[in-house]
């Protein structure tokens, strides 16, 4: 157990819905990094905060958005879903900022489906 | 930004013998090469890492090797045991720009008992 909670773990939902996927990190840890695993594309980095603030960046589309609250969970919101938005999105803890010197280690995932 | 490419996809070797996955990187800046494991149903897992001032780091079973010259570096994992069938994903850091690990695209390794 990597000790990062995500709830919830499934999540069925329509087109042009709005879903919230929520993350607690490690007892800790600081930074939260936000990404989706689909079938033919693999990891991809969607967005890093670190003790509140947004740190990085990735490819995140701009009716995605998150936060991380001063107690540190973060929540991914997701919205007019799409049917490619459905995948595995999975939150990852660390330490400090860089993984360099702070390796991520990842809760079990959201499956996110949309219909 | 980086790109990480990761051979083969997919894996399967006798149970006890060897298993080497390989990941090149494009961005000569990247210092931090981790490997993980995703089992079924679960969040990927870190099985061990290297930085870019060592070229070889050994745990147990499971070894990676870096090459800085020709930016590639390897998992490999002896006495493969049924227990080690699972997906394996190569990421790179780099330091300054992207804050964040670039990924592989994972390779299934399935160990026949």
């Known amino acids: 157990d990597s000790g990062v909670t995500q709830t919830p773990k499934h999540l069925i939902t329509a087109t042009g819905q709005r879903v919230t996927l929520r993350c607690s990190p490690r007892?800790?840890?600081?930074?939260v990094y936000w990404y989706q695993q689909s079938l033919d594309q693999g990891l991809q980095f969607l967005i890093q905060?670190?003790?509140?603030?947004?740190?990085a960046k990735g490819n995140i589309l701009e009716r995605f958005s998150a936060q991380q609250f001063p107690d540190l969970h973060s929540e991914l919101n997701l919205s007019s879903l799409e049917l490619g938005d459905s995948a595995l999105y999975f939150c990852?803890?660390?330490?400090?900022?860089?993984?360099?010197?702070?390796?991520?280690?990842f809760g079990n995932g959201t499956r996110l489906t949309v219909t | 930004g980086e790109n990480v490419e990761q051979h083969p996809s997919t894996l399967s070797v006798q149970e006890g013998d060897s298993a080497v996955i390989k990941c090149t990187y494009s961005?000569?800046?990247?210092?931090?090469f981790p490997w993980y494991k995703q089992e079924l149903g679960k969040g990927p897992q870190l099985i061990i890492d290297?930085?870019?001032?060592?070229g070889e780091k050994k745990d147990q079973r499971i070894a990676v090797t870096l090459n800085k010259t020709a930016k590639h570096f390897s998992l490999h994992i002896t006495e493969t045991q049924p227990e080690d069938s699972a997906v394996y994903f190569c990421?790179?850091?780099?330091?300054?720009?992207?804050?964040?690990?670039?990924f592989g695209t994972g390779t299934r390794l399935t160990v026949i008992p």
């Open positions: 290297i930085r870019s001032n060592v």
């Open positions: 961005d000569s800046a990247s210092n931090y």
């Open positions: 007892s800790g840890d600081l930074s």
């Open positions: 990852a803890s660390s330490v400090g900022q860089a993984p360099y010197n702070s390796p991520l280690h």
């Open positions: 990421a790179a850091s780099s330091p300054g720009g992207a804050n964040n690990l670039f």
């Open positions: 905060y670190y003790n509140g603030e947004e740190r």
